[in-house]
């Protein structure tokens, strides 16, 4: 047996990191600090528990980056991507799983496996003996005690920002006979997203309530510094009245069959939240409203007037770190080259992101307990990409955490023709270039690794 591996975190970046290292015949021990000890965000002592939405996005690999890395985390064996796909629920063209069936199958799945073991106490500090290899996969919601212990080992090199919770109603709360289920552009099933219209007066009436609303406060010695691809709701809002209807209340690609002559001024749409469609989240509406406030405004959309509610919506607050100047290619500590990071701490953003990380972590500290050589992912794939963008110190005192993009990929501009003119490649089929080029590649290296 090779030595043990240490994994900080059962997120899904720490899940999938010790799939990987026990597939390969490593022993893993993962410290996780639930149930003695919750973030602000979790509720429950499950893994891999999704705190946010319940959606992993798109699911188109042909066209869709976000997609692209999870058709490459499947070809690689992904223990995430394997609970996800098992544990769907319709959504259109997105991936969006059963929350508590999701992390029970990851949690099952890692309990099971004789080379993974658990201890539920909580890391306080960076541990010292070089002997022993780490991965600290703590998360955006890394403990204050454990955070205190990085930021004295990194000079201080972090930042933070807060991320806002979507909330969650009973399904059959819900009024339909003022909402309706269809999917944006009748994409996928109809019955994927329920919508709620609301007409130009409705819409008014609800920014200004929003406006004016009882927010939840911070410290004094806190800083906002919001993700731009999860801002809250009412941040949107003051950024313009008329934001949101280019965001999550955009009315177009949908047809009130209530109305079909009358196009909305907005719609909310809600998207299925668990496997027995009995609960359903708001999409897009993150928020830091108090409770009460959430629970008078929300119930101004028509079809939601007499909503109950599962889950309000809630903030908390992010960590990572300057990922350029504290790790090196592999994702080590520079400091401390025996402890690994993975996941949103690195200031990648997204699940299916963080997940990547952590296969990556995983497949890194494998490679070094087998005395192996570690081969970097290509940049022309999704793995690599995201890894670039965190190896990528060009803009350090501006570094930020990142979702999957074609923007993060070696571009792609077009092509020579047989005649010898170049062919310039334009919308979907600079995309589904994208994507061939990524998944020619990837193949190539797994069967290098």
């Known amino acids: 047996m090779a030595e043990k591996v240490h994994i900080v975190g059962a997120g899904l970046a720490g899940s999938e990191a010790a799939w990987q290292l026990a597939k390969r015949g490593i022993e893993v021990i993962i410290h996780e600090m639930r149930p003695k000890k919750f973030s602000p965000a979790h509720k ?16 188109d690999f042909e ?6 890395m999870h058709e490459e985390m499947r070809r690689a064996d992904s223990l995430i991507m394997q609970c996800a796909d098992a544990c769907k629920v319709p959504a259109g063209g997105a991936l969006a799983v059963d929350r508590e069936g999701f992390a029970h199958m990851v949690t099952e799945k890692l309990h099971a496996h004789p080379y993974i073991s658990f201890i539920n106490e909580e890391v306080t500090e960076l541990p010292e003996n070089n002997n022993e290899k780490y991965i600290i996969a703590s998360g955006p919601l890394t403990s204050e005690n454990l955070i205190k212990a990085i930021l004295k080992e990194t000079n201080n090199q972090y930042l933070n920002f807060y991320d806002a919770i979507a909330p969650v109603v009973y399904k059959d709360s819900i009024d339909f006979t003022k909402a309706w289920y269809q999917s944006r552009y009748d994409k996928g099933d109809k019955f994927d997203y329920i919508n709620c219209p609301m007409n130009k007066e409705q819409y008014e009436k609800f920014i200004e309530e929003l406006l004016k609303a009882d927010k939840v406060e911070f410290h004094d ?25 280019y965001g999550p209340m955009k009315p177009v690609g949908l047809t009130n069959p209530h109305s079909p002559n009358i196009k909305a001024h907005a719609v909310v749409q809600l998207r299925q939240d668990n496997k027995e469609d009995t609960l359903r989240n708001i999409v897009g509406f993150q928020t830091k409203l108090k409770y009460g406030e959430q629970q008078r405004i929300f119930r101004m959309i028509p079809g939601l007037e007499n909503a109950e509610f599962a889950r309000l919506g809630g903030i908390h607050k992010n960590t990572f770190i300057k990922s350029p100047i504290v790790l090196d290619n592999y994702l080590r500590l520079k400091s401390k080259p025996h402890i690994r990071f993975a996941g949103q701490i690195t200031g990648c953003e997204g699940y299916i992101e963080s997940a990547s990380i952590g296969w990556l972590a995983g497949y890194f500290t494998a490679c070094e307990v087998l005395k ?15 890894l670039k963008h965190l190896r990528d110190d060009t803009n350090i005192e501006n570094f930020q955490p990142m979702n999957i993009n074609f923007g993060i990929f070696p571009t792609i501009s077009g092509e020579t023709t047989a005649n010898g003119k170049f062919h310039k490649i334009k919308g979907m089929d600079r995309k589904k270039a994208y994507t061939q080029r990524a998944l020619a590649d990837l193949q190539k290296w797994l069967e290098a690794i």
């Open 44 to 59: 429950s002592e499950w893994c891999a528990e999704l705190v946010c939405s319940n959606s992993l996005r798109s699911d």
């Open 63 to 68: 066209h869709n980056a976000v997609g692209l």
């Open 221 to 245: 010695f806190e800083k906002a510094e919001y993700f731009d691809g999860c801002l809250p709701i009412e941040v949107m809002a003051e950024r313009g009245r008329d934001t949101l209807l």
């Open 372 to 386: 192996q050589e570690a081969i970097l992912p290509p940049e022309t794939t999704a793995f690599g990409a995201m």
